[in-house]
């Protein structure tokens, strides 16, 4: 589905109409609506999209224990529908010639029904069939966003010193139901048993943020900015776990496998860079420190866990440029990834009957340091050597334990990626496109073991001006199988899109129709994995070829005017849920 979130605003009234259409297996529609009003120093804006999709997935999967030889088959088909609101409200002001002030606030709101129609589990003993659990799982889940988010400018003089504000309030909520419904039989195919399990969880995460940033010239060369952020994110979940054992009983909790965590998290955190630039010569030095508490604790399972630490995150840049065709950028940066929320939840969550999902509340951040040097022709092209060094990385873990396979996330890796990249750009006649090739080793490191890997991707966008109203877009992206250290991706990765791009009525009535994936290869994936004693293979076919169709209208009346781009200071930290 693809929302447009480009705003033009002009003195008097613009908006637009938007609808698309979308085939794979089902349909899925789009459509939108956006309005604006500016007068000379005001713009108040609002937009509402709704997204109507359907998606599937069948699955087939094998689990082996090689301690007890017993093997778990799987075949489960997945079929799920999902309705999106989105809609946004704010205002750019201009207070003065120094003084900006911009609001706005940004809504979503999803209902999701996914059913896992039917899904087999055979069950092997030493190669002899010892029987099946035949389960049907319905799910309705239901999340709501609401975002707000400030942004005040102030241009203390006209030399360049500028105070910038940014604030954010995040809401998030997600209210899930899902059922288990199981058949036991035996290895005569006689039924056993019937088992209902019911699963409900509340989740809630409201994040606090703001930052303050100021900016100042020196002189003509030399400029630094510096400024400080704080961030406060507070989680809560809950989880309720029944059981029926008899199809006329009623449901009864489970107080073993109920649930209430709370994760609490702030930060704060200052920087300072500094900036200078001549003709040939700009560079950037600078330093950000964090210092960071979390509170992880689980009401039930009376577990608790405190961190707090203190981290440095220095960075440099230096561009060379030898002359007009040729130059040289080096650059240094130490950077962190800190973990989703659901990571550190503790409980254990039921994806299927025979695997669980459960998180780490041990789990830490993750620290990378990145080098780079980068070779520079006609200022167009881009040829780079890169090295990544990832220390206590995030690695997914699979076990099993009591015929259940659980998974987790644990820090267990060092991982080092040396890569080459090239970015080159095409202009030619009526062809322009970008095109990027990464070659890389990857070097992963846990314990005394190493496993070394060869990594490539490349992708390809070109644009073809056919007339002034018609163009065509061909995009192509490709990935060859890779390994890790668990797990293999055994199949190679292609995917082509293709679609035209019609424009009349002076710009202001576009049509756009296209193909992706046509050769109907990027939904299916195989791959296999191993733990110790534990191996897993897997395939999984989804939606792969789709059909388009999309009409947007615009319109428009006075003097266009400038966009205010707003910042956003909790974009770190809404990427975590």
């Not at 020196?218 to 400080?228: A, E, F, K, P």
């Not at 080159?424 to 006649?429: D, E, H, R, W």
């Not at 009535?509 to 191993?530: E, K, L, Q």
């Not at 059909?547 to 266009?560: E, I, P, Q, T």
Request: hydrophobic residues 30%.
């Amino acid at each position: 589905i693809r929302i447009n979130t480009k705003r033009k605003t002009v003195n008097g009234f613009s908006g637009y109409l938007s609808s698309d259409l979308t085939r794979d297996r089902y349909f899925k529609y789009n459509e939108g609506i956006g309005l604006a009003y500016s007068m000379k120093k005001l713009t108040v804006y609002g937009n509402y999209n709704f997204g109507h999709g359907k998606a599937y997935a069948d699955k087939a999967a094998s689990d082996v224990s090689k301690e007890t030889n017993i093997e778990y088959d799987y075949l489960e088909s997945y079929k799920g529908h999902r309705n999106n609101h989105s809609y946004k409200l704010g205002f750019d002001w201009d207070v003065s010639n120094n003084h900006y002030l911009g609001v706005e606030y940004n809504g979503l709101n999803n209902l999701r029904k996914d059913t896992y129609g039917t899904s087999l589990t055979e069950i092997y003993n030493k190669g002899n069939y010892s029987g099946k659990i035949f389960a049907n799982t319905p799910m309705r889940d239901v999340s709501r966003n609401d975002l707000f988010n400030l942004n005040y400018v102030w241009k203390i003089d006209s030399l360049g010193q500028v105070l910038k504000l940014v604030a954010d309030y995040s809401d998030v909520s997600d209210d899930c139901q899902s059922y288990y419904y199981n058949e036991y039989f035996n290895s005569l195919d006689e039924l056993t048993d019937q088992i209902s399990k019911k699963q409900d969880s509340d989740e809630k995460i409201m994040i606090y943020s703001t930052q303050l940033d100021y900016e100042k010239k020196i002189n003509q060369i030399i400029s630094y900015s510096t400024g400080l952020k704080y961030s406060k994110v507070k989680t809560k979940y809950r989880y309720w776990f029944f059981l029926k054992n008899e199809p006329s009983k009623d449901y009864v909790l489970d107080d073993q496998q109920t649930d209430n965590f709370q994760y609490n998290e702030e930060r704060y955190a200052g920087y300072i860079n500094f900036n200078y630039k001549r003709k040939k010569v700009e560079a950037n030095c600078g330093l950000r420190a964090e210092y960071t508490t979390t509170k992880g604790v689980s009401l039930v399972m009376n577990e608790k866990n405190e961190d707090n630490n203190l981290k440095l995150f220095p960075s440099t840049f230096l561009r060379y440029n030898i002359n007009d065709n040729h130059g040289l950028i080096f650059y240094y940066g130490a950077r962190i990834n800190r973990p989703d929320y659901s990571f550190v939840n503790p409980f254990i969550c039921y994806l299927t009957e025979l695997s669980v999902k459960k998180g780490n509340p041990y789990l830490k951040p993750s620290i990378m340091n990145i080098v780079e040097a980068t070779y520079v022709l006609s200022n167009r092209y881009y040829f780079a050597l890169k090295a990544n060094f990832q220390n206590k990385a995030f690695s997914d873990y699979v076990y099993r334990e009591d015929d259940i396979t659980i998974s987790t996330t644990k820090n267990i890796s060092q991982i080092n990626y040396y890569y080459f990249n090239a970015y080159i750009p095409v202009s030619l006649g009526i062809w322009d496109g970008y095109h990027s090739l990464n070659v890389g080793f990857t070097e992963n490191k846990q314990d005394k073991e190493t496993v070394n890997s060869f990594n490539m991707s490349f992708n390809s966008n070109n644009n073809f001006t056919l007339s002034d109203d018609l163009n065509l877009e061909f995009n192509l992206r490709f990935y060859p199988r890779s390994k890790g250290f668990y797990e293999k991706i055994e199949r190679n990765y292609l995917k082509m899109d293709i679609g035209l791009n019609y424009t009349c009525l002076k710009d202001k009535m576009a049509f756009t129709i296209g193909v992706n994936d046509i050769i109907n290869t990027g939904g299916y994936r195989r791959g296999s994995s191993h733990y110790n004693s534990f191996y897993r293979k897997e395939s999984i076919n989804s939606a792969g070829r789709s059909f388009g169709f999309g009409v947007r209208y615009n319109f428009n009346s006075g003097k266009k005017n400038f966009q205010k781009e707003k910042i956003k200071s909790n974009q770190e930290e809404l990427n975590r849920i």
